[in-house]
């Protein structure tokens, strides 16, 4: 990072903070019950290095990442119990503690990983301070509620399936998951490797992009210049998988900051770096899946058919991964946890072959649609947060909406941000913005200026 840019990430940074702190934070007995069924490790602090861009700044981080000399528990106690003490600091932690960052806590997590609720049936349920009663979401489900209650200012956790962008809607936060390989996950328990990603909560967009200043590796040859994200187009295929009333909120809130969209859109498109003749596009419409010819040619022309590609995928990965542990210790997984890693253990490898060329196919026509200027507006999930203790047989349709709206940039490996600010009912809902591979940077500036 340059001295300017460090100069410049530092100040926003601490402006940041203030803010933070003095908007909507819970005090008092509020505050000590959040905190108590939240970590796992409530003691843990690791001060960062002086001066760096980041001094001030607080992290939690999931009980998934590495600490030298600490056991990571990867939200399951039998897990904790047969791993020994880490040797190392995995590196996005050790990133954010040379920034300056403080680590406060670890935090609770959905077992392995493998589910988007954050109820977790040996360690409880992380509350939800924007919507009480009702599930934080998961699995980074306690990093999310650290940043929502006022914690800390930056929760560390991972998405997979939608492991960070769920929870920032449930709770109403900022939380970001950057393309696929931008941030390293040494030292991070996996739980489907081509799928898993770091990332992170925040209260603002200005801490949203001040983590991922420290956190981004520079990107890839092939998504080297910068992103001038020009064309912003609503995922009308995503929006009908969202409930009537939430499609309707976050749509009266993309046109509440339309104005702001034209500003940052005309300044994007004259300003340095601009190709002549940047197509300008606010709020155009498009599909996804639907009407896509290839796609349609494979059975993929509805994105709820995209669904069990990714279940495949992302379950055969996890027993390659964890089949043997599994096997090993039998631990007592929690209810929809238990059934999905039976589920995984009798995928064949005909169906996981199957299933992954499928998913080239839907990478090759994201890509395509998302081209290097396109921001696909679609909605983070299908509602509010259900309620805690929802039967999961319940919950089966939601899960499918849900999963089909998340798995665009799994199974594409783009970024994607979800920004607070629509309610339904009092209720957050997160807005989702999808960007090109290596466009994260320019997707957090560009929500920020729009939505911040």
């Known amino acids: 990072m340059s001295a300017a840019a460090e100069a410049s990430t530092a100040a926003s940074t601490a402006a940041a903070v ?28 690791i001060e960062g290095e002086a001066g760096g861009p980041l001094t001030g700044v607080t992290v939690a981080i999931k009980d998934l990442f590495d600490v030298a000399g600490q056991k990571t528990g990867f939200g399951n106690p039998v897990w ?38 954050g109820e977790n049936a040996h360690y409880g349920v992380p509350p939800n301070p924007a919507a009480p009663g009702r599930i934080p979401g998961g699995s980074s489900s306690g990093s999310a509620t650290a940043v929502a209650a006022g914690h800390v200012d930056i929760g560390l956790g991972s998405d997979t399936g939608g492991s960070v962008r769920v929870p920032a809607s449930y709770c109403g936060v900022w939380g970001v998951r950057p393309t696929h390989g931008r941030v390293p996950l040494e030292g991070a328990r996996p739980l489907a490797p081509s799928f898993d990603t770091v990332g992170w909560f925040a209260r603002t967009p200005d801490l949203l992009r001040g983590g991922g200043t420290v956190l981004l590796d520079p990107p890839g040859p092939s998504t080297a210049h910068p992103h001038k994200l020009t064309k912003w187009l609503v995922a009308v295929d995503a929006f009908e998988l969202a409930q009537p009333e939430t499609a309707a909120a976050l749509r009266q809130f993309l046109e ?38 290839a796609l349609s040619a494979a059975g993929l022309g509805a994105l709820t058919s995209w669904l069990d590609v990714f279940r495949v995928c992302q379950a055969g990965e996890i027993w390659r991964e964890h089949g043997a542990w599994v096997t090993a210790h039998a631990p007592n997984f929690g209810p929809g946890i238990r059934e999905r890693f039976d589920m995984a253990s009798r995928i064949t490898p005909q169906e996981w072959e199957a299933a992954a060329s499928k998913r080239a196919l839907i990478t090759r026509e994201v890509r395509a649609l998302l081209g290097s200027n396109t921001v696909l507006v679609v909605p983070s999930a299908p509602g509010p947060a259900p309620l805690v203790a929802t039967p999961p047989a319940t919950l089966d349709a939601w899960r499918t909406s849900l999963i089909s709206l998340t798995c665009v940039a799994g199974l594409s490996g783009s970024p994607q941000i979800s920004v607070p600010g629509a309610t339904v009912g009092g209720l957050p809902v997160g807005l989702g913005l999808i960007g090109p591979p290596g466009s994260d940077e320019a997707l957090m500036e560009a929500a920020g200026v729009v939505f911040g």
Do not use: F
């Open 256 to 293: 509440a900051r339309r104005g702001r969209l034209e500003g940052h859109l005309m300044g994007a498109s004259s300003g340095a770096g601009a190709a002549a003749g940047t197509e300008v596009v606010v709020l155009g419409e498009t599909h996804i899946a639907m009407g896509n010819t």
């Open 18 to 45: 203030a803010g933070s702190k003095s908007r909507g934070v819970p005090t008092g007995s509020e505050l000590q019950t959040t905190w108590a069924s939240t970590y796992i490790d409530g003691s843990l602090r």
């Open 80 to 117: 904790r119990d047969s791993h020994q003490r880490a040797t190392a600091t995995c590196p996005a932690v050790t990133r954010l503690l040379r920034a300056g960052a403080t680590v406060t806590g670890r935090t609770h997590m959905d077992e392995l990983a493998y589910s988007l609720n």
